[in-house]
């Protein structure tokens, strides 16, 4: 288990919807554009090396127009990507821009590859400061033991991805990060794209993902149901943590916290983060604006740019 958190499952679950045509009277009545199913058939994308890659494309955002395909991709660490895939990211998306949201100590263990002709932002969202004393002096301990798991335990048994979502956001770090990464979309040319990632793509890149489709206009139902698409690539890797989480007889609330450190994102997570933003500034759209300081003008920039 001492490699769990390098291991990168991407299992695309591949599902369909079929529409069809009803008749009546023997006349084809036609049937109502439906918006784009929330699934990894959707929004899955191929980057050699790396987990959990997927784009927002085609999710149907303000006055009924939709993202547009192959611009905006999210994932885990390019750390593993390999020539093929840095490949792709340059000649067919045109990579513009790779933000990366995870710790110093994070890129320094697993630096990215380099894609060519794309600037690496770095913009970290939280360090320990983010934790009690008592939380940061046990993951202190935890390190030491050199076993990534025991610093899952650690953080399962403090509540430790609960406190990072409902600081994460709300942070100095936090706004800092966001609040750059909106203004470096707002500098992307017609035909370029972006990638952003932390570790496993899920938490620090899950709430990019969340604030951009807030502030393109999508509806929350859909920024929700993408932002747990995580379980779908992840589901090998949540099904051996949770295992593992029986192994080690922890509680439910510590499995919750285990697997998600691990590997999975919860509902219960997402909520809190959109509820302690919703409870310091009144909606996530006051958040973008006196948060993060995007103006008007730029919610307008970002949906002329993004939206087709």
């Known amino acids: 288990m ?24 023997g006349v084809t009545q036609e049937k109502e554009e439906q918006p784009p199913t929330v699934s990894l058939e959707t929004q899955a994308i191929e980057i050699d090396g790396v987990g959990n890659a997927r784009q927002l494309g085609g999710y149907v955002c303000a006055d009924g127009r939709k993202i547009k395909d192959g611009v905006l991709l999210r994932s ?17 998306y045109h990579l513009r821009y790779v933000f990366d949201f995870r710790t110093e100590t994070e890129r320094e263990a697993q630096p990215d590859k380099e894609v060519e002709g794309a600037e690496n932002v770095w913009l970290p969202v939280f360090t320990s400061s983010l934790y009690d004393d008592e939380t940061k002096a046990a993951i202190m301990e935890a ?15 403090h509540k430790g991805l609960s406190t990072i979502y409902s600081k994460m956001l709300l942070s100095d770090e936090g706004k800092k990060a966001y609040s750059e990464f909106f203004d470096k979309l707002l500098t992307v040319g017609d035909g370029e794209a972006v990638l952003w990632h932390c570790t496993q793509g899920k938490d620090r890149a899950g709430m990019a993902a969340v604030l951009l489709l807030y502030a393109l206009g999508a509806d929350e139902d859909t920024i929700k149901q993408d932002y747990l698409l995580t379980n779908d690539s992840y589901k090998d890797l949540i099904a051996q943590s949770e295992a593992r989480a029986a192994e080690l007889g922890l509680n439910e609330d510590e499995t919750k916290e285990y697997v998600g450190t691990a590997a999975a994102v919860y509902e219960d997570f997402f909520n809190i983060a959109i509820d302690s933003v919703k409870a310091e500034y009144g909606s996530v759209e006051a958040y973008l604006t006196n948060g993060l300081g ?10 002329d740019k993004f939206l087709e």
Request: hydrophobic residues 40%.
């Open 2 to 25: 001492n490699n769990l958190a390098k291991r990168v499952l991407a299992a695309v679950a591949a599902s369909s919807v079929i529409l069809t045509a009803a008749c009546s009277g």
């Open 76 to 92: 885990a660490a390019l750390s593993t990507l390999t020539d093929d895939g840095a490949k792709t990211l340059a000649e067919k």
């Open 294 to 303: 995007l103006t008007d003008g730029d919610i307008t920039a970002l949906r």
């Open 143 to 157: 390190r030491k033991t050199n076993d990534p798991e025991q610093t899952y335990i650690t953080l399962a048994k």
